[in-house]
């Protein structure tokens, strides 16, 4: 069996993005502290009154974030270490693309789990931060707005202006 392949230029992106992913992480600050101090400027609306609006579940979700990401990111690079082609051996009539199986779970590749994985991290989007962004004249953060999250017939919870 052949097991110098070269290396499947998809997988080899995907890990890349995840690591990328990892690095950047582990550089940003954990807000459990913040998020904590915070809590305690909630006001009877639900929202912490600062430039822009932050929910307690915003809270919650930012102060456990950084730490879930990390975890979330490392095991799908264990993931990607586990399924990954092999030379499936056997005889082909197309000896420059041989059949290939992932060498964890032996389906043909590219097996469920990599395609699982594909499907959701191939896609990369740009951080916020990589991405040239005016200042707003009122000091308020850019925040997208997704139509759909407003509530029916209600305004976005963080509408500025």
């Given amino acids: 069996m052949n097991t110098d392949l070269p290396e499947d230029p998809q997988r080899q992106r995907l890990r890349e993005h995840l690591e990328a992913m990892v690095t950047r992480t582990e550089k940003a600050t954990s807000w ?3 998020a904590n101090s915070l809590r305690g400027l909630v006001n009877r609306e639900g929202y912490v009154p600062i430039r ?6 915003d809270l919650d979700f930012l102060e456990g974030a950084r730490e879930e990401l990390l975890g979330f990111a490392a095991l ?3 993931l990607l270490d586990l399924h990954q082609p092999r030379d499936a051996g056997g005889i082909t009539s197309d000896t420059a693309n041989p059949i290939l199986r992932c060498r964890s779970c032996m389906w043909r590749w590219p097996c469920p789990t990599f395609r699982a994985i594909a499907e959701s991290f191939d896609s990369p989007r740009t951080p ?3 991405q040239r962004v005016e200042p707003d004249p009122r000091g308020l953060l850019p925040i997208e707005l997704d139509p759909d999250d407003a509530p029916p017939g209600g305004t976005h919870p963080y ?3």
């Fill in 128 to 130: 916020l931060s990589y």
């Fill in 32 to 34: 459990h502290d913040a």
């Fill in 52 to 57: 822009t609006r932050l929910a307690s579940a």
């Fill in 159 to 161: 509408a500025t202006g």
């Fill in 76 to 78: 799908g690079v264990r």
